[in-house]
């Protein structure tokens, strides 16, 4: 935001603009609410074996999570999605399934686990 206040002060709008609108995106992207609604792993893994839908275990800020949830679309929201850095418990989860490493997105389905999966894979589960 220093970027843009020196825009302002030095007559340069334009850039000032710009940086306030690329640092708007960049937060848009990163921001939780870029994701479906998260549940705790307790909520989800009860949902999950009731309806069989996959459980994606994710985190803010995470590149590889944003990837995956812009290549789902639309059925992202048919998964269940839980924030690691939100639930300790599902954090311990993603540890035991991923060698003892927190790497997201880790994704569940009644069936078998993968760690940071191939999209095609998930909505072949979605669906």
């Given at each position: 935001m220093l970027v843009?206040?020196?825009?302002?002060?030095?007559?340069?709008?334009?850039?000032?603009f710009a940086a306030i609108a690329g640092f708007g995106f960049l937060a848009a992207i990163m921001?939780?609410?870029?994701f479906p609604r998260s549940t705790t792993a307790a909520e989800a893994q009860r949902r999950?074996?009731?309806d069989g839908?996959?459980?994606?275990?994710?985190?803010?800020?995470c590149s590889f999570c944003?990837?995956?949830?812009?290549?789902?679309?639309?059925?992202?929201?048919?998964?269940?999605?839980?924030?690691?850095?939100?639930?300790?418990?599902?954090?311990?989860?993603?540890r035991?399934?991923?060698?003892?490493?927190?790497?997201?997105?880790?994704?569940?389905?009644?069936?078998?686990?993968q760690v940071n999966p191939n999209p095609t894979w998930v909505l072949n589960h979605l669906r």
């Open positions: 843009a206040a020196d825009g302002f002060a030095t007559g340069r709008p334009v850039m000032a921001s939780p609410l870029a999950a074996a009731a839908r996959p459980i994606i275990y994710w985190r803010p800020g944003l990837n995956l949830r812009r290549k789902l679309g639309r059925h992202a929201r048919k998964a269940h999605w839980v924030n690691i850095w939100s639930d300790p418990e599902a954090a311990a989860v993603v035991t399934l991923a060698n003892g490493n927190e790497t997201v997105p880790t994704v569940v389905t009644p069936d078998e686990h």
